[in-house]
């Protein structure tokens, strides 16, 4: 299933969630949303599901627009909260949403015990929902949005507020749901949390997209600015001098592996400057290039988009 | 099992007899409906005992609990439905019904009828006690019948008032001022409106008339019956006291109203059928009404361009 956000535009009042929001997500993809605090994921996935409507632009599946029906066949949706009812065992509130897609009695069952399994929560079934830990109740919230077998799973933050095991499983189920076919969209906050699970992400800040497709894209297109760390031999000061003479490497700065700068060019321009150096009768016992991680990435891309103000809200977030 | 029960409902179900609340409301409620049966009981058969048993004194009780049955009912249908919407909401299950293939019709009549069913077990568990008054010959079982589905119709349209309240208003306590509001409306709003009209018309008819009073011209009386019976098919009272008039042969509710402000002209009600029978019908109307509108305005303003 091809799922598309066609110049999707959400306004509140004055508050613009989504500002023209361009998106394309490949069938059996998993596709991370990432963006900060208030950057428009749930508002998104609020419109992918249909329980709200934009303002503009639109959500196509296989290039039609969604209807009721579409919606609620071929989408599941978890949300960022779950909500459970007082006195309903694991079955019954599992049986309840079976009930809601008309599923027949004969059949739940089967489903049930099935999908129970796939969250591991098997030893459960007879347990009060509301006695499940946090970490279980999001596993029964994922097995509620898979019961009526939706090509679409749209989660919002599923991994928020799990322990690092239980994340990790979290993503084993996710991975393993794609592995039947199905597309999986999640958000999330936390880069590092999607980068080893996605194939692809979207990166959005303040209702804008500001980076989409291949997580190894992504990462490509930004080596352009690359940390470099060389060590001199001796004094740091006859090096410091000369990289800033450099229009291509910005501000050096001393850090515990040596002089780190950031450096705009490509692997040839990299050999240039390291002969210009040792030209320079500057020792340089080594030069290394500090991986750039997703998280890196991440942090450039939503500080950079805006005019500014929210690079400090991101510093702030926890990251990892 | 019938595959074709409401989701909601079912559900609700399951909860409401694991929860000692609901036991706990009907047993308080038969309990009071008992002892306040007993105690009328006990002072009229006291009075009767010095003067002779009278049987008309037993009727008197049996339309007082009627009454105080119908109070409660008005009372306690907005305090059980005008949070059932938000109490979803609250809970965030809300947005986890809208986006199943149930419609937001199935989502309203499964919250309003798992409302009404801890009121129709009230009711029935009430029918017992009524079941008394047939005993003393005060009434028929017929009589207690048609009560019983008179106060179901009732309770069914201050449910539907209270869901729909429950619906618009985001804000739990908004959405039981505005039932009780609507209650209120129907039970004095309309009596006062039959009023105004009244004496709008007389004005119109003759300046001098509500001034001299006692004189009323037989045009003005017509019309103003005919105002007065449709505004007095909505009023839950006006229907309950026909209903018990039709029962035990009093006047009640002509005497009732002539205390209010008509006392220029013969209340007379100008419908055809019994305005108990017109009352039961319009509930019936109002309440499908106030559903429709609910399940409308829970919907989800969906999609859109593309
Ligand atoms: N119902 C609403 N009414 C008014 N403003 C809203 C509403 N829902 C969202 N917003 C605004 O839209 C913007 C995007 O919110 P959204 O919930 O989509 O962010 P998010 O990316 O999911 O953030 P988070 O990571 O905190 O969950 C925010 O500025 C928010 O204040
Ligand atoms: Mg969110």
């Known amino acids: ?320 | 099992m019938n595959n074709n029960l409401n989701p909601v409902f079912r559900r609700e179900i399951i909860t409401a007899l694991r929860s000692w609340r609901t036991f706990f409301a009907v047993s308080i409620y038969v309990g009071a409906l008992l002892a306040i049966a007993a105690l009328l009981l006990f002072v009229v058969i006291r009075i009767d005992f010095v003067h002779g048993f009278n049987p008309q004194s037993a009727i008197t009780v049996y339309n007082l609990l009627s009454g105080i049955q119908l109070g409660l009912i008005l009372l306690l249908v907005p305090a059980i439905t005008a949070g059932q919407i938000n109490g979803e909401r609250e809970r965030q299950t809300l947005d986890l019904m809208l986006v199943t293939k149930m419609s937001a019709l199935t989502i309203v009549t499964g919250k309003l009828l798992s409302a009404l069913m801890l009121v129709l077990l009230m009711i029935l568990a009430g029918v017992p006690v009524f079941g008394v008054f047939v005993y003393f010959g005060a009434v028929s079982a017929l009589n207690i019948m048609a009560l019983t589905v008179f106060m179901l119709v009732t309770a069914t349209m201050v449910g539907s008032v209270s869901i729909l309240c429950s619906v618009l208003f985001r804000r739990t306590m908004i959405a039981y001022v505005a039932s009780y509001f609507v209650v209120l409306a129907l039970l004095a709003g309309t009596i006062s409106a039959a009023g105004i009209t009244f004496y709008v018309l007389a004005a119109s008819h003759d300046s001098r008339m509500h001034l001299s009073g006692g004189f009323v011209p037989f045009v003005l009386s017509t019309q103003w019956r005919e105002i007065f019976t449709w505004l007095m098919s909505f009023n839950p009272l006006a229907g309950f006291m026909s209903l018990q008039d039709a029962q035990t042969g009093a006047s009640s509710l002509e005497s009732f109203l002539a205390v209010f402000i008509f006392r220029f002209t013969e209340v007379r009600l100008t419908s055809a059928a019994p305005l108990w029978l017109v009352n039961i019908v319009i509930n019936m109307g109002l309440s499908c009404v106030f559903v429709a509108i609910s399940a409308w305005a829970l919907k989800p303003a969906r999609r859109a361009v593309s």
Do not use: W
Request: proline letters at 4%; charged letters at 20%.
């Open chain 1, 1 to 320: 299933m091809m799922l598309e956000l066609v110049d999707l535009v959400k306004k509140f009042g004055r508050t613009t969630a989504l500002d023209g929001v361009n998106l394309c997500v490949a069938p059996r993809s998993i596709f991370g949303f990432v963006g900060p605090n208030g950057a428009g994921k749930t508002t998104a996935i609020k419109i992918i599901t249909g329980l709200i409507a934009p303002t503009s632009g639109g959500v196509r599946l296989n290039g039609e627009g969604l209807t009721d029906r579409t919606c609620a066949e071929k989408i599941g949706y978890m949300p960022d909260f779950f909500g459970v009812y007082d006195n309903l065992k694991v079955n019954e509130y599992m049986d309840f949403y079976a009930g809601t897609y008309y599923i027949p009695y004969a059949k739940r069952r089967g489903i049930i015990h099935e999908l129970l399994e796939t969250v591991n929560l098997s030893d459960k079934y007879d347990a009060y929902v509301d006695s499940l830990s946090r970490g279980m109740k999001q596993r029964l919230c994922l097995a509620r949005s898979l019961v009526h077998d939706p090509d679409i799973l749209v989660l919002d933050e599923p991994a928020s507020g799990l322990d690092p095991r239980s994340r990790v499983e979290m993503k084993a189920v996710l991975r393993r749901l794609s592995g039947t076919g199905k597309t999986v969209i999640v958000s999330s906050h936390i880069l590092p949390e999607l980068s080893e699970m996605c194939t692809d992400i979207g990166v959005i800040s303040r209702g804008k997209i500001v980076a989409a497709g291949n997580v190894e894209d992504i990462l490509r297109n930004l080596q352009s600015a690359r940390i470099l760390q060389m060590r001199p031999l001796g004094e740091p000061d006859a090096l410091i001098n000369f990289l800033r003479s450099l229009p291509e490497a910005g501000e050096p700065a001393l850090a515990s592996g040596g002089i780190e700068f950031s450096f705009a060019g490509d692997d040839t321009a990299l050999a240039g400057l390291i002969a210009a150096v040792t030209a320079q009768g500057i020792g340089i016992t080594a030069v290394s290039e500090k991986q750039g991680s997703l998280e890196d990435v991440y942090m450039q891309l939503t500080s950079f988009s805006g005019e500014g103000g929210h690079a400090d809200e991101q510093q702030s977030e926890p990251g990892i």
